[in-house]
């Protein structure tokens, strides 16, 4: 019983902490570019004080912040519909919109993202979509723009959106709903006040599902947003294989490791919290 219990420990020391304390112990140190490994170890903070001092860096980190939170809220308002239209369907068409739902994961990430290139350049399909209806003579390009960057993000993560507001929705008592419109509340006010307020776990899931990731997002930027957008993954991608210096890469993934995990703490917080109140 006792090994039982110890595998888990045994599992996050070996490949949690142990790498975490190596990256750590990296990015405390210098750059060494004439020794291999290019890594001189010691005990200094400057890599992380120049993450919060230096203007790139800041700028790095409030536009993966920015992106992030408007490209979660787009998924959001996306596919909170999509999981209450699944979980308000007959119980013999769930499974099938349901595979809908997770279908784009049958194929590559990174051929999904190479697709949308091929949709969004100057002479993609969608250009001459608008160039042959005349709706716009000349509508330019969105692909190497932020507005590039948040269709990607939604596209690729909708999905992580989707699943948990179903699984949470999918419980939610009707009755409630009925109860609600025997007593005269409109739809409307009775989604304000009854399935939004029990779908609110789903949202948080859904939320740090996509949140997370979108984050350090590196693929979807590089290849969507081009060189006006920047966010930290590719700034993590570029210190580490570009300029080679892997300390100053280790104090950014360090930091960006600390600050998802941040909100996961938060929101198991809630839930053991909540499990408290309702036990």
């Known amino acids: 019983m006792r090994l039982v219990i110890a595998l888990p420990f045994v599992w996050l020391g070996v490949f949690f902490l142990l790498p975490f ?5 990296i990015a405390l140190g210098a750059n060494a570019p004439d020794s291999v490994p290019p890594v001189e170890l010691g005990l200094s903070p ?30 959001l308002l996306l596919g909170y519909p999509m999981a209450y239209a699944i979980a308000r369907a007959a119980p013999a068409r769930r499974p099938l919109l349901l595979m809908l739902v997770v279908l784009p994961f049958w194929t590559s990430f990174l051929i999904r993202i190479y697709a949308w290139m091929g949709l969004l350049d100057e002479n993609g399909l969608l250009n001459q979509f608008l160039r042959w209806s005349g709706i716009v ?23 992580f959106m989707v699943l948990p507001l179903y699984a949470t929705l999918e419980k939610l008592d009707v009755s409630l709903l009925e ?22 776990p789903g949202i948080v899931a859904g939320c740090l599902l ?23 993954g590719k700034v993590l991608w570029d210190e580490f294989f570009t300029n080679g210096d892997w300390p100053l890469a280790s104090a950014v993934a360090i930091c960006l490791l600390v600050l998802l995990a941040g909100p996961i703490a938060l929101f198991q917080r809630q839930q053991a919290k909540g499990l408290e109140r309702r036990t």
């Open 179 to 200: 109860a609600a419109a025997d007593l005269g509340a409109r739809p409307f006010a009775a989604f304000l006040t009854i399935t939004l307020p029990l779908s609110l």
């Open 46 to 75: 400057k890599n992380f004080a120049l993450l919060f001092t230096d203007d790139l860096y800041l700028a790095a980190w409030l536009t993966s912040l920015r992106i992030a939170a408007v490209s979660t809220l787009a998924a």
């Open 210 to 232: 996509v949140f997370i990731p979108a984050v350090g997002e590196f693929v979807i930027p590089d290849l969507l947003g081009g060189t006006g957008t920047l966010m930290i």
């Open 21 to 25: 304390a190596l990256v750590l112990a």
């Open 137 to 159: 003579a000349d509508p330019g390009t969105l692909l190497g723009t932020e507005w590039a960057v948040h269709l990607g993000i939604v596209y690729a993560y909708l999905p």
